[in-house]
């Protein structure tokens, strides 16, 4: 059976090559402080983005439990944030070629950010999550979650951020 053009139209949006690994680029090389963090995409869809965070010894925010510092949290989820809504931009403006849609983050900037610490962070490494609640022509809102190696979720967060 045909598949009718609205049915198409819900299919899950795919990135191109080029768009998925210059925005890795800029996200794991150019902001350089998500190198200090760690961070590291682990997937990159419209709808949604995943990344990993590693424990590490300069993470470390309680000395006597090896828990992870609440700022790595709180900077993760903001940089998880803000990657989401890098890939929103993206998502709406496929008509245009990657390289110029990678040029439209040059305003993107942190507006507001909460952060509800749930559970301690301790473990191997951390999955980190995001996703647009709304992409406004001017602000987006977003939704994070920080989860433990188990999948357990040990912290949220939701932001605002300037696009244009």
């Known amino acids: ?3 009718s053009s ?3 139209q819900l299919l899950p949006l795919e990135f191109e090559e080029e768009f998925r690994l210059g925005l890795k680029n800029i996200f ?3 902001i350089v402080f998500n190198q200090v963090l760690g961070l590291k995409i682990t997937s990159l869809r419209p709808e949604r983005v995943t990344a990993r965070m590693d424990m590490r010894h300069e993470l470390i925010g309680h000395y006597a439990h090896n828990r992870i510092h609440g ?3 709180s900077a993760g989820l903001d940089a998880m944030g803000g990657l989401a809504v890098m890939a929103a931009i993206g998502a709406r403006h496929m008509d245009e070629s990657p390289m110029l849609r990678l040029q439209r983050f040059s305003k993107l900037g942190t507006i ?3 952060v509800d610490y749930l559970r301690p962070g301790i473990g191997e490494y951390f999955e980190l999550r995001a996703e647009v609640l709304r992409l406004g022509s001017r602000v987006a809102s977003t939704r994070m979650e920080f989860l433990a190696a188990d999948g357990k979720l040990l912290s949220t967060a939701a932001a605002a951020y300037i696009v244009s």
């Open 1 to 3: 059976m045909p598949k």
């Open 6 to 8: 609205s049915a198409a």
């Open 28 to 30: 794991e090389e150019k």
């Open 71 to 73: 700022g790595a949290i």
């Open 112 to 114: 507001d950010l909460r």
